[in-house]
């Protein structure tokens, strides 16, 4: 028993309630569920991990990634000893490969992005961790959401008592429509709707990617409602259609941009970052200052800084593809088109549209990005995914796991990202046995 709240029995056991509240939420199981449920079936073939393809890995590059990096610092006239102080030592806050990443920028987006406005980070999670950390004053002000959402933000939303509302998708992003009627809910309740968080291309989880015209109407509209927008573009080289960033379009300061290295470069490095060129008032009269160094301010409370090592090895990376990332990953998106495509054919062939055991199976059509979305005629809940796995083989991701209320009880992701094409028309094909057999079995299930 405890003696008193939060203090620990004699067994040294800490009660629940001495914890956080947002520890006990499903919502932060799921990342971890995500990252684990491939190693424990692994005779299984997986389309749950949104992992890049490990098929160009190669350990021999990364010390010349490096040493690319050195040679760059030392042709711009660094001593020997400035060198070994930028790899070894802590370094800026903000970020040592600052200008590098506004580089890549403007030569894969066609973005103009001063690098004082570039927050260098741990991760992507990091860079949505710190601007919601900034951009929340108390529990009055909500995060709006495009449902169904990345866990990562939700998740980090939930860590910080950030109450989060679902702005329900379409099948070419959020209506305008539909986040005025949230705004004036929220507002009408006392409350402030302080930003809107949504990937514009090849969405994780549903893989929708949003029109031209969709895009300036969504900045319209925050303009007209007084929203922030928070831009996650991890996903917008490997798509087939190549369509201006929300940022690139923004002429009002609206758009924080997150950007991450993980799916063009390799996740291991870890570096992520954020452009926020919103202007913050001055203390005591001085200039306004730029949001980043607010941001700044955050992460050298959390992580002091982000691995030199790590971001020695991405900006190597960049030097030697011309500064950009776009055209050294033309050979990569091609072979996410094709998984994708292999993916697509192999439902079709076994789950023909008309037949009737395709019915109540329908999934929709990314123009690239590594997600897929599938309806199905029975709950995909674990039950399912246990016996997906174990029996057939394949394994996927419920997509109850990206919503905030009940919804999605009836879809799945796939993820072909981390597949050959064999193994994705494989996969597929194992698919579409489980689920003709899982809705013959619910069908003459006895009620």
């Known amino acids: 028993m405890t003696t008193t709240s939060g203090s620990t029995d004699r067994t040294g056991v800490l009660p629940r309630t001495a914890l956080h509240a947002s520890l006990s939420a499903p919502l932060l199981d799921t990342m971890t569920f995500l990252n684990e449920v491939t190693l424990r079936h692994p005779q299984a073939i997986s389309f749950a991990p949104g992992r890049p393809f490990e098929g160009d890995f190669d350990v021999a590059r990364v010390p010349g990634l490096i040493e690319t990096y050195l040679d760059h610092l030392r042709e711009r006239g660094h001593s020997e000893e400035h060198v070994r102080t930028a790899l070894y030592q802590y370094g800026e806050t903000a970020g040592q490969i600052r200008d590098l990443v506004a580089r890549m920028l403007a030569v894969d987006e066609d973005m103009t992005v001063d690098p004082a406005s570039v927050v260098v980070t741990v991760g992507c999670q990091e860079a949505v961790l710190l601007t919601l950390r900034a951009l929340f004053t108390g529990p009055d002000d909500v995060l709006l959401v495009d449902s169904p959402s990345y866990v990562g933000v939700t998740g980090a939303a939930s860590l910080l008592g950030i109450p989060v509302v679902a702005v329900p998708g379409t099948p070419r992003g959020p209506s305008p429509e539909g986040i005025e009627r949230a705004v004036r809910e929220i507002e009408a309740s006392g409350r402030r709707a302080r930003c809107l968080y949504v990937v514009p291309d090849c969405s994780n989880p549903t893989g929708v990617s949003m029109r031209r015209e969709a895009r300036t109407a969504l900045l319209d509209a925050a303009d007209r409602l007084g929203l922030l927008l928070l831009e996650d573009n991890p996903y917008g080289v490997f798509s087939t259609v190549r369509r201006p960033t929300l940022k690139s379009l923004d002429t009002r300061r609206r758009v924080i941009y997150l950007g991450s290295f993980a799916k063009t470069a390799f996740p291991g490095a ?33 992580t002091v800084n982000t691995s030199s090592l790590s971001q020695a090895a991405v900006a190597g990376l960049l030097l030697q593809n011309g500064g950009g990332l776009r055209a050294a990953n033309e050979s990569l998106a091609r072979h996410y088109q094709a998984t994708m495509r292999c993916l697509r054919e192999s439902l079709a062939a076994q789950l023909p549209v008309g037949a009737p055991e395709s019915a109540g199976v329908r999934w929709n059509d990314p123009d690239g990005g590594f997600f897929l979305t599938l309806d199905v005629p029975f709950a995909a809940d674990g039950a399912a995914l246990d016996d997906s796995a174990e029996n057939y083989g394949v394994i996927w991701t419920p997509m109850r796991h990206f919503h905030l209320d009940d919804a999605g009880d009836r879809q799945i992701r796939l993820s072909c990202s981390y597949l050959t094409t064999d193994q994705a028309t494989e996969g597929a094909a194992r698919l579409a046995r489980f689920i003709k057999d899982r809705a013959r079995a619910v069908a003459y299930a006895p009620w």
């Open 270 to 302: 870890r570096v992520g970052f954020v452009v926020a060129d919103q202007l913050v008032e001055g203390a005591d009269g001085r200039a306004p200052g730029l949001l980043a160094d607010e941001l700044a301010k955050v992460k050298s409370m959390v």
